[in-house]
């Protein structure tokens, strides 16, 4: 009788176990996708921001028609990568974005009448707030990754995993890393 006992607790704590694991990880991911939903807020803001920066620019110069263009065609790009799950296609848009408002700065420049429009420059400042809070974003993003694949490789959870690969074994793409870098953490082994 006190083997069967025995034999119980040993069962009902392994049990346990395997379900506190189990759970860790799924937090784990969705840390992640909360983190990836967080860079499709802001990528969203700094497009409505953009609009609105266009329409003054617009005033300005003919340097927006091509621009304009060519940030509706990246969009769409996107958009269209992250409705079929090509996550590196809608990265590589999403930067081709980034590039663009980053030349932005060199068109202020070059129009004294727009450094004096008081709209412009507040949709300037709001330009670069957005791309500090997607940086940030990216951040956080590539954290939880790295955070989750860690957590998976180590012994106890790689069991798990093992177990429930359906559920656990999750690959997530990295935002705007060099492969290098990439390599790195997905080699990253526990060390005992």
Do not use: C
């Not at 951040?139 to 989750?148: C, F, H, L």
């Not at 690969?165 to 997905?186: A, G």
Request: hydrophobic residues 40%; without cysteine; glycine residues 2%.
């Amino acid at each position: 009788m006190s083997i069967t006992f025995g034999i119980i607790v040993v069962l009902v704590v392994l049990g346990a176990w395997v379900v506190s694991i189990y759970n860790k990880l799924i937090r784990l991911i969705e840390a992640v996708n909360n983190d990836h939903k967080q860079i499709d807020i802001q990528l969203d803001r700094r497009y409505k921001v953009f609009e609105s920066l266009i329409e003054i620019l617009k005033k300005y110069m003919d340097y927006e028609q091509s621009t304009l263009k060519q940030v509706v065609a990246l969009r769409n790009q996107a958009q269209l990568a992250q409705t079929s799950g090509d996550e590196k296609t809608r990265i590589t848009a999403e930067n081709g974005i980034s590039k663009i408002m980053s030349g932005l700065n060199l068109v202020f420049e070059q129009y004294p009448d727009l450094k004096a429009n008081q709209n412009a420059l507040q949709l300037q400042e709001e330009v670069v707030n957005t791309e500090n809070k997607l940086a940030f974003a990216k951040q956080a993003y590539n954290d939880s990754i790295e955070k989750y694949n860690v957590e998976k490789k180590s012994f106890f959870e790689s069991l798990v995993v093992s177990s429930f690969q359906s559920k656990l074994s999750k690959d997530f793409i990295y935002w705007n890393l060099p492969e290098d870098q990439i390599k790195q953490k997905e080699n990253y082994t526990v060390k005992f």
